[in-house]
């Protein structure tokens, strides 16, 4: 498995939906504690009852904070929300996005799986459907090279439209 050296800063999102994300939570503490995953790994937990045991974490956080984490970043690792897509793509960072699942009480809805989808077809970022992927997300992302040549724009728009057919 690769082992990402402890100079890479790993950021970790489940967004500020009401409803809990703990199975991304509790899968990254089972990475970081098998040796998967190393390196400075910070996450926003949000309404999530889990604490994870093994990287430092805050609920919340202001947005300028928020972004400056992602900009700061080498790797974000993230809930499949658009706006957490949105800014690792526009400050070119990898990111590697699972869904929240309504069967698991993470959302209302699946609309995540969408987006996800949609995302990982332009190669924008690494999709992971089920969290006993993520090891192996983790693995070949140090070799996924983003497509950032259609511009930010292009995506931030496909995630507002999406949002708007949404609502």
């Known amino acids: 498995m690769m082992q990402m050296t402890a100079k890479q800063s790993i950021f970790v999102s489940v967004g500020t939906h ?24 910070f996450a926003q937990t949000g309404a999530s009852t889990y604490r994870p045991k093994h990287f430092s974490h805050v ?48 959302h209302t809805n699946d609309h995540q799986t969408e987006l996800v989808k949609a995302a990982a077809d332009a190669d924008k970022i690494v999709a992971v459907w089920a969290e006993k992927d993520l090891a192996k997300a983790i693995k070949s992302v140090k070799s996924f090279k983003p497509d950032f040549s259609t511009g930010n724009e292009r995506i931030i728009g496909l995630l507002e439209s999406f949002v708007k057919m949404l609502k």
Do not use: W
């Open 18 to 41: 009401p409803q809990q994300f703990n199975r991304l939570l509790e899968k990254i503490d089972d990475l970081i504690a098998d040796k998967t995953l190393a390196g400075d790994v």
């Open 59 to 106: 609920a919340y956080m202001e947005l300028a904070e928020f972004e400056q984490r992602i900009a700061n970043a080498d790797l974000v690792i993230s809930h499949g929300g658009e706006g957490n897509i949105g800014l690792a793509l526009k400050h070119r960072k990898k990111c590697i996005a699972i869904p929240r699942l309504a069967r698991f009480g993470e």
